[in-house]
């Protein structure tokens, strides 16, 4: 199971996400997010961190360009895109994982036709781009063709259950454990990831 902590802000919670066997980290470069990180101080978080620990880059409507550029500077090894992004706009080089929202419009089947490496699935608003601490209906997506990745509203007491329902490739968590925006709950998290890698 992929166990991704996004919402990385710091070296203390990026250190503590990796010794409880976190398997990715996300770093947030919307601006528009309490999350957002410079990519020069997300380059200092990342410095020296194992490579067996992905490092994903959040973004939001950036071009292709832009996004490569601070993949380089920051180390990432994967850019989850949560705008309205398409194929086209898809950086070189980089392998992507495309955020998906479940909303009345949502069809499993489209997924299948998605480029991406993976796709995270996570609960719509009209406010902000993922982060809202909401779930979904996850069986929607048991079954599916497509490398999931399963986010929104997850934490220790529901995660089992998630995985149980929808079988994703991997799950996603952030604002359930955190003490405040960008601030991780270290025990919130250590637990988290004991229930999500059991």
Known sequence: MMVK???????????????????????NFYA????????????????DLPASVW?????????????????LRARLDVAQLHGDES?????????????????????????????AEAVLLDTPSDKVYGGTGRTFDWSLVAGSSAR???????????????????HPWGVDVCSRIESEPGRKDHAKMAQFLKEARS
């Open 32 to 47: 528009g997010s309490p999350r957002y990180v410079e990519p020069d101080r997300a380059a200092e978080i990342t410095a």
């Open 148 to 166: 999931i990745i399963l986010a929104g509203g997850l934490d220790a007491s529901n995660v089992k259950q998630a995985i149980a329902a929808a």
């Open 87 to 115: 194929k086209a706009d898809y950086p070189a080089g980089l392998r992507v994982w495309k955020a998906v929202r479940v909303d009345a419009n949502f069809r499993p089947e489209d997924l299948a036709d998605c480029p």
């Open 5 to 27: 902590i996004c919402g990385i802000t710091n070296r203390e919670d990026a250190l503590a996400a990796i010794e409880g066997g976190a398997s990715a980290l996300g770093l």
């Open 55 to 71: 490092k994903v880059g959040v973004f939001v409507n950036e071009t292709p360009e832009r996004i490569a550029e601070i993949a």
